[in-house]
């Protein structure tokens, strides 16, 4: 996602050299992902590259777990 909005497809460019850091999000779909990101581009002035991580079903079990424990 570039700072104009563009949203490209990759493959991902090659950099020499990367400074920056990263956010994880958990939102309901890619197009939620992108506007995001779009904010994220637009606060910083620099394109930001999206990539899906799936969820595992384990963690998410202990998560749910811990939380009625905690209760």
């Given amino acids: 996602m570039g700072t104009d909005g563009l ?3 990759g493959p991902y460019p090659e950099t ?3 400074v920056g850091g990263f ?6 779909s890619r197009e939620e992902a992108l506007t995001w990101a ?3 581009a637009a606060s910083c002035r620099c394109a930001q590259e ?4 799936m969820p595992d079903p384990e ?4 998560i749910r777990q811990a ?5």
Wanted: proline residues 0%.
């Fill in 38 to 40: 779009a904010k994220f």
């Fill in 59 to 62: 963690v998410d079990a202990m």
């Fill in 67 to 71: 939380q009625v424990a905690a209760k």
């Fill in 7 to 9: 949203v490209t497809d």
């Fill in 50 to 53: 999206v990539r899906e991580l």
């Fill in 16 to 18: 020499k050299e990367v």
């Fill in 23 to 28: 956010v994880v999000l958990d939102v309901a």
